[in-house]
Nanobody
Framework: EVQLQASGGGLVQPGGSLRLSCAAS????????MSWFRQAPGKGPEWVSSSNADGGSTIYTDPVKGRFTISRDNAKNTVYLQMNSLKPEGTANYYC???????????????????WGQGTLVTVSS
């Protein structure tokens, strides 16, 4: 059975940090682009960051550049999102997604992904 299990969310004060994890089972992430999306209350999904299959290339949405870092451990079949200097507008459910054969122009489109995690809630508030 294919699963993506996201964890690490919680309540954090503005300026704080969290590290999200996404553990995959039932498939090998080394063949997949791994991405994080987020969805704030009342809004549509927003692409946050992606790592290509071998982890050699990473990209970020502009609002999180310099604050978030995506990484992956293919041996552990897990992808991470280190989030620093969190802002209240970062409050959202964060989802990990796995996509095979995704081209760069489609990386921000949720419809191109094969597998999704269940989401982990991040709340940034004082």
């Amino acid at each position: 059975e294919v699963q993506l299990q996201a964890s690490g969310g919680g309540l954090v004060q503005p300026g704080g940090s969290l590290r999200l994890s996404c553990a995959a089972s039932g498939f090998n992430i080394s063949s997949y682009t791994m991405s994080w999306f987020r969805q704030a209350p009342g809004k549509g999904p927003e692409w946050v960051s992606s790592s290509n299959a071998d982890g050699g290339s990473t990209i970020y949405t502009d609002p999180v550049k310099g604050r978030f870092t995506i990484s992956r451990d293919n041996a552990k079949n897990t992808v991470y999102l280190q989030m620093n200097s969190l802002k209240p507008e970062g409050t959202a459910n964060y989802y990990c997604a796995a996509g095979r054969d995704i081209i760069m122009s489609s990386i921000r489109n949720p419809q191109g992904y094969n597998y999704w995690g269940q989401g982990t809630l991040v709340t940034v508030s004082s």
